[in-house]
């Protein structure tokens, strides 16, 4: 399988406190994205960084990418109760379309 | 602007059945994509199409077939349904592989075949 691996599997924290996933892949890529499922739900695109990008912002996300080491993090800071949801890495292997990690499961407690 | 439309949003079939999982978008993007999603294995991708008329197998294309007869549809058959084909099915859609939009995921199916 190509597909991506997410760690941790699922995170406990805390409002207000920052969360971490880490995204590990085997390919070589042009860009990764990170996708958010709230329960039940479709996922929504939140960031995508190039091959050619280290690090990128948007709002409360930061994302970051080694390439030499295949593999992105992203960190949520300041997370709130409404930020509860899966969250997967996403990228393009050799299929030519996107392929997913397995998620990491985040709740954060009020 | 309706985005990825899916239809429908529940259907429970019996073994052998067959039928048609529907997906429309109205973005003219060339990218459409098929997923399932199953508990702690994440969204495998059945199927896919980066354009009308030219259609490629993901990771798991057993079983389903796809065509791609307009821009805007990209319909997905279940053959001859099977209890293992029981799970949530994602479409998505993208203007190309890398654009700062990612996809656009429709709200999913939900199938159960008894």
């Known amino acids: 399988s190509q597909q991506g691996e997410e760690d941790p599997q699922a995170l406990s924290i805390q409002e207000g406190e920052n969360a971490t996933m880490n995204c590990s892949y085997k390919t070589s890529i042009n860009n990764l994205q990170w996708y958010r499922q709230n329960s039940g739900r479709g996922l929504v695109h939140l960031i995508l960084i190039r091959s050619n990008e280290r690090e990128k912002h948007s709002g409360r996300l930061r994302v970051t990418l080694d390439t030499s080491k295949k593999s992105s993090s992203l960190l949520i800071t300041a997370s709130r109760a409404a930020d509860t949801a899966s969250y997967f890495c996403?990228?393009?292997?050799?299929?030519?379309?996107?392929?997913f990690g397995k998620g990491t499961m985040l709740l954060v407690s009020p | 602007n309706a985005g990825v439309t899916q239809t429908p949003k529940f259907q429970v079939l019996k073994t052998g059945q067959s039928m048609t999982l529907q997906c429309a978008q109205d973005?003219?993007?060339?990218?459409m994509s098929w997923y399932r999603q199953d508990p702690g294995m994440g969204l495998r991708l059945i199927h896919y199409?980066?354009?009308?008329?030219?259609?490629d197998q993901g990771e798991v294309p057993n079983g389903y077939n796809v065509s791609r007869s307009t821009t805007e549809d990209f319909p997905l058959r279940l053959l001859s349904a099977a209890p293992s084909q029981t799970s949530v099915y994602f479409c998505?859609?993208?203007?190309?592989?890398?654009?700062?939009?990612?996809?656009?995921f429709g709200s999913g199916t939900r199938l159960t075949v008894v």
């Open positions: 973005m003219n993007h060339e990218y």
């Open positions: 199409s980066v354009g009308a008329g030219i259609t």
């Open positions: 996403a990228f393009v292997p050799g299929y030519s379309t996107l392929t």
């Open positions: 998505a859609s993208s203007p190309g592989q890398g654009g700062p939009t990612g996809y656009t």
